[in-house]
């Protein structure tokens, strides 16, 4: 390995990372907290002397010998993730300086998080200013992961030929897009730290390409748009821009590489062997995860994305072709070394594991108007799973097919020149597949006409067996209500003949639609007859809900259900599959609720996205309309019981103002009766003697009127008897 130096002689064990939150930042701390320290060395003799050629799995490294990792957080909110040693915490760039001096490997991503850029030009410059302070013998390893995107505008090496890839040696005539120059500033200035005093202190740049892989970074909206089954996929532009790539597991390897061996080459570039446009890279997410079809978003629309981040869109519109030459020469086990859609499948399968996205798969059976559909329905909504029934399926398929032999001649999409072949043969295997559908459409027209209307097993079968293994099936699950209903619908379904089983593949995909969980409900004739009868006339109408017809399906049903070893439940027991058995009779609640919320149980915890964005949203405005409606009927109320106080108010007042003016008539009649034998005393023995007191007060004026007054009263008093 010409670029790899010898390795120290005692391997770093302290690893700083910043941003562990983040999808580059946690994925690295994660991947290297999992490494031996100096695994990639001993791993690189030992393939080189004992086992050329072979790849075997290196063995699990006790605690003791892994990279003990800290770390940064991007949301100071969040907690430790389990594979991080310690959190550091800090106000200042000399807080942090104190807890990175005692490491010996400092990664900064700032191809993710942009905006670390200046605190890692901070740390790197006080460690070149601290370099006396270092023991030659535990140099310090400074490792920065940078973007592509500081090569974005570099003038092609062949001006008559594009498409002539750059290398690592061509780094000093890069050219970064206009927002990066910044960055290039600053790999430029991370390299030049690093020659001062290589013993004691050495930096690396990695320019990167696009991360991709485990739960996705930047192309997340690609998968999660495949997953929730978008007809179609976004792509921005042409798509025609190579995109240079790596797998983020392969991107850590580079960096463990990097704090294992410490080589020569001090600034390199991480990508895989792909050279994938965008347009390849969005058809293969969705060929694997939807339709395979993909529209065509322009520059300016796709920019007015709120979800997506300003370095997001530049990434995915860079137009690079770009080869590793220093990362070949590491003792890389590479995850993706061919590229994404090379390794499609695994990195869907492994998208899927790592966001716990896995369909549920569930079969209910029961008699007729056993609440099957009722319990079924409540039980998607739940957890959004796709509702599989006999009537749909049927009909979906033939309309499809129906669709897909009148559209023939139609394109949806817009083919150039370069795609032509590639769409030569599309446009091959869709003449196969319309001659398919016209010849299976014929068989079906004439099952039914010989059938009185009803299509034969044989073709239903291989309906339920498509819908089943259909994407939307695929990627959240399925409901199968009622179906199927004989032990022979079950084998032909479920079961694998031995054509089949010597396939290869065969058991992989035939695993595809067995079901995690079979619900069989149980209910005796009265129930089910009664409940029949309690159903509102719409849901009857057009179904075998009548009294013959419900007479009819409940005898078919009990003939093909009686206790023996031929049922439809003991051939998914044979399966050794969770088969379940729920007697809904007992079940008083509304639409058989606590029958629901026991499959439920049975089921676990929903493993999808769970609440999406946009549901989150509609659940906020349908919260916020209850709850202005409610306030609006609560105020109504208020004022209507307001309006009835106000008149029994007034009411009350007025009888009282009328029983007030009563009682105090009353009382004035009553002191009119009380006062008119002292009023006549008064007028007929007082008031002459104090008229005649009054008259002469006058007359004589006095100095004392009123004593002259007294004086007067008392002497003429008259006598009373």
């Not at 075997?56 to 490294?61: C, G, K, L, T």
């Not at 790999?187 to 696009?210: D, I, P, Q």
């Amino acid at each position: 390995m010409s670029s790899i130096g010898p390795a120290i002689s005692k391997p770093n064990k302290l690893v700083f990372v910043n941003c562990v939150d983040s999808y580059v930042g946690q994925n690295l701390a994660k991947y290297l907290s999992r490494c031996a320290v100096g695994a990639s060395s001993s791993a690189a003799e030992e393939e080189e002397e004992e086992h050329e050629g072979e790849e075997q799995e290196p063995p699990e490294p006790s605690p003791d010998e892994v990279y003990k990792i800290i770390g940064s957080l991007k949301d100071k909110n969040k907690s430790k993730p389990a594979f991080v040693k310690d959190i550091v915490f800090y106000n200042s760039i000399e807080m942090l300086y104190a807890e990175l001096i005692m490491c010996d490997v400092i990664i900064y991503d700032i191809s993710e998080n942009p905006e670390q850029m200046e605190e890692a030009i901070l740390v790197v410059a006080q460690l070149h200013a601290d370099l006396e302070k270092f023991d030659k013998n535990k140099p310090k390893t400074f490792i920065l992961i940078s973007s592509l995107l500081t090569w974005a505008r570099t003038k092609p090496l062949d001006g008559d030929d594009p498409e002539v890839p750059f290398s690592e040696d061509d780094f000093r005539r890069r050219k970064p897009h206009p927002t990066y120059k910044e960055q290039c500033t600053a790999e430029k200035t991370v390299l030049k730290f690093g020659k001062t005093n290589r013993s004691k202190l050495v930096t690396y740049v990695v320019a990167t390409g696009l991360t991709y892989g485990v739960e996705e970074g930047i192309l997340h909206y690609l998968f999660t748009a495949g997953w929730h089954n978008a007809s179609e996929l976004p792509c921005i532009g042409d798509g025609k821009n190579i995109l240079p790539m790596i797998h983020i597991r392969d991107l850590a390897g580079v960096v463990q590489n990097l704090a294992d061996n410490r080589p020569k080459s001090k600034y390199m570039v991480a990508v895989d062997d792909s050279h994938s446009s965008l347009r390849e890279i969005t058809k293969a997410v969705s060929r694997a995860l939807t339709t395979g079809k993909v529209r065509f978003v322009r520059e300016e629309e796709a920019a007015l994305d709120r979800d997506r981040k300003q370095y997001e869109f530049d990434q995915l519109l860079m137009n690079l072709q770009m080869d590793a030459s220093t990362i070949k020469d590491m003792n890389i086990r590479w995850t993706s070394e061919g590229g994404l859609v090379e390794n499609i499948d695994r990195i869907v399968k492994e998208y899927k594991e790592s966001r716990h996205l896995a369909p549920i798969k569930v079969v209910i059976l029961g008699p007729p108007a056993a609440g099957k559909s009722t319990i079924a329905e409540q039980i998607c909504q739940s957890y959004k799973l796709h509702h599989v029934r006999i009537k749909s399926v049927i009909e979906e398929t033939i309309l499809k097919m129906q669709k897909a032999i009148a559209s023939r001649s139609q394109r949806k999409e817009v083919l150039d020149e370069e795609e032509e072949e590639e769409e030569e043969v599309e446009g091959e295997d869709d003449e196969d597949q319309i001659a398919e559908y016209e010849s299976l459409l014929e068989s079906i027209n004439e099952s039914k006409e010989r059938n009185n209307g009803r299509i034969e097993d044989e073709y239903v079968i291989q309906m339920f067996r498509d819908k089943l293994k259909s994407k939307p099936c695929q990627n959240q699950g399925f409901i199968l209500d009622g179906f199927p209903k004989t032990i022979e619908q079950a084998k032909e379904l479920f079961a694998l003949d031995e054509t089949e089983s010597e396939a290869e593949g065969a058991t992989e995909g035939h695993k595809l639609f067995i079901p995690d969980l079979v619900i069989c409900l149980e209910a005796n004739d009265e129930f089910l007859r009664h409940r029949v009868l309690s159903l509102p006339e719409n849901a009857v109408v057009g179904t075998h809900y009548t009294e013959p017809g419900m007479t009819r399906c409940l005898a078919e049903y009990r003939a093909l259900n009686s206790e023996g070893d031929d049922t439809v439940v003991t051939f998914f027991e044979e399966l050794e599959l969770q088969t379940e058995v729920i007697d809904v009779t007992k079940d008083s609640s509304v639409k058989l609720k606590d029958t629901a919320h026991k499959i439920m149980k049975l089921m676990g915890p929903a493993r999808n996205y769970g609440t999406s964005l946009e549901e989150e949203e509609d659940s906020r405005s349908a919260e916020t309309e209850a709850r202005l409606k409610r306030e609006a009927e609560e105020k109504a109320e208020k004022e209507r019981l307001e309006a009835e106080e106000s008149v029994i108010r007034k009411r009350r007042q007025d009888e009282w103002s009328k029983r007030l003016e009563e009682v105090k008539t009353e009382e004035r009649e009553q002191l009119e009766i009380k006062t008119t034998p002292l009023r006549n005393y008064l007028m007929r023995h007082v008031m002459p003697t104090l008229t005649k007191a009054l008259i002469d007060c006058v007359k004589i004026r006095p100095e004392d009127a009123i004593d002259f007054i007294a004086e007067y009263m008392f002497t003429h008093n008259p006598q009373v008897d």
